[in-house]
């Protein structure tokens, strides 16, 4: 049994408390915590990646709405428009650390109205270097928000909790590329003459960013303690919350780091291991929104319909991403499923690669699209899963995307239009990425299996010192016990 299902006394104290002492954890009262943290944490990063992503991935809407030829560059110059992006992207992964040094409604303030002002400027470029900048100010600062977010949400979740929401945050990637298929398909088929369509596409999807980033500044709160919208009881159960996650309260978690913790996270296997998966995924993560409506087109349909036969895979994905996260959360076997999700994705690129008719084809797009998305939301959610300390998880979530994040900078070269139709080599690359990501998923499961049988029998151990003799030996073993999170921890499989 997990340790937050079994401990629910919390011993509180500080001068400016309303109470201090025991506190009872009520499950009524967490549910309504849970319920108004979700009605405002969730939503607005949900809301943020949403934006995020789609001015992250337009510019491939852009290129097929005619931006190249109107701005008179090659697919080279496209090719380092697509990758000129994760250069900064990787540079600035280290920000991630930022979300427990800086107020959390302060630090995204900044990198959302940076990377919506960087967004909507892509409309006023007239050259392949002035979309080169753009595109750089974007990615910097999308690095400073997005691959935090999943450990900011670790300061208001406890770990039974916040594998759905990192997938209902995550499931915003999906929908907004469905809701860029629609929008593209809208603005291709209306034909305005006094704006290029992919200027338009790139205000269109710019500006909200930059209305959202007030509002993330005002309304997001940094901790659920000092949320202004928990009645005072319902601060001091968030607190004691906070306690159970991680051992401190939850305003005590952000202005500090732990640096013997952060070393300690790097001698762990599992902070070198799920990066690798992550950048398995994003080999293919990368490639599918920008080049899928590319590979549609070559299927035989038009540029238009191409546009809006993106959306259907992209919204299966953005329902198998919570349902498979909320089934991890459950039944507490995430590497299971993300193994499961590989194999599908795996397959669907495997039929992209050898397959010729359409019909076949676009299944295997709907594959693909249905194990990705939802994999990539899973292997966050197990890192998070799995550290025992906020600066742990800082660590981990900081290493899976410096390395993970370099996954981009091969995907997004896989598919050159010398390659067409089938581009049979990105798809084939693709395809053995995910099978390898399984694998990596099923020998990291046996890893915290072991693990787990280690501190299982170190409590059996203790109990059988206490018994015995004395308490010497007890308090050696349960020290040993405590090194990723208290008695009773246990990592999630």
Not at 134 to 143: D, Q, S, T, Y
Not at 176 to 199: M, V, Y
Not at 302 to 316: D, E, H, I, M, R
Request: glycine share 8%; charged share 15%; net charge neutral.
């Amino acid at each position: 049994m997990s340790r937050e299902r079994r401990e629910e006394r919390v011993e509180l104290s500080s001068p400016n408390d309303h109470q201090s002492g025991p506190l009872e954890i009520d499950a009524d009262t967490e549910k309504r915590i849970r319920r108004k943290l979700d009605r405002r944490v969730i939503t607005l990063v949900f809301l943020l990646y949403l934006v995020a992503f789609l001015d992250r991935s337009n510019i491939g809407n852009a290129e097929a709405a005619g931006m190249s030829k109107d701005l008179g560059f090659d697919d080279a110059h496209f090719q380092w428009l697509l990758t000129i992006f994760y250069i900064p992207y990787i540079l600035f992964e280290w920000c991630a650390i930022m979300w427990k040094i800086v107020p959390p409604h302060i630090w995204a303030g900044v990198t959302v109205m940076t990377w919506g002002l960087a967004s909507t400027l892509q409309a006023a470029a007239f050259n392949w270097q002035g979309l080169m900048a753009c595109r750089w100010f974007l990615a910097m600062a999308e690095a400073g928000f997005a691959p935090g977010v999943p450990y900011l949400l670790s300061f208001f979740y406890r770990r039974n909790e916040i594998g759905v929401r990192c997938g209902i945050f995550l499931s915003a990637a999906p929908l907004a590329t469905t809701f860029a298929g629609a929008l593209a398909f809208g603005i291709t088929s209306s034909h305005l003459e006094t704006i290029a369509s992919w200027r338009l596409l790139f205000l269109v999807e710019g500006l909200p960013t930059m209305l959202l980033a007030v509002v993330v500044f005002l309304y997001l709160p940094d901790s659920p303690d000092t949320a202004s919208f928990l009645t005072a009881e319902e601060k001091e159960v968030a607190r004691a919350r906070s306690v159970l996650q991680s051992g401190k309260e939850g305003a005590d978690r952000i202005g500090g780091f732990d640096w013997a913790e952060a070393l300690a996270a790097c001698a762990s296997p599992q902070t070198w291991i799920q990066p690798l998966m992550y950048f398995s995924c994003n080999v293919s993560f990368s490639s599918l929104p920008v080049f899928l409506p590319a590979i549609l087109s070559a299927m035989g349909y038009s540029s238009v319909n191409s546009q809006g036969l993106t959306a259907p895979p992209y919204f299966l994905a953005f329902l198998v991403c919570i349902a498979t996260t909320y089934l991890a959360d459950r039944t507490r076997q995430r590497g299971a499923i993300i193994t499961a999700l590989s194999v599908v994705a795996g397959v669907g690129y495997l039929i992209l690669a050898t397959v010729h008719s359409v019909g076949a084809r676009y299944f295997g797009v709907f594959l693909a699209a249905a194990g990705v998305f939802p994999a990539i939301a899973n292997i966050l959610s197990w890192v998070l899963n799995n550290q025992g300390t906020d600066t742990k998880r800082g660590v981990g979530i900081a290493l899976l995307n410096i390395i993970g994040q370099c996954g981009p900078l091969l995907g997004t070269r896989l598919f050159p239009v010398g390659e067409a139709p089938y581009y049979t080599k990105g798809m084939a690359v693709c395809a053995a990425f995910m099978f390898f990501n399984g694998f990596l998923a099923v020998v990291l499961r046996f890893y915290f299996v072991r693990e787990n049988n280690k501190l299982e029998r170190g409590e059996r151990e203790a109990a059988a010192a206490v018994e015995a003799a004395g308490g010497g030996k007890a308090v050696a073993v349960l020290e040993m016990s405590e090194m990723e999170g208290g008695v009773g921890y246990r990592y999630v499989l």
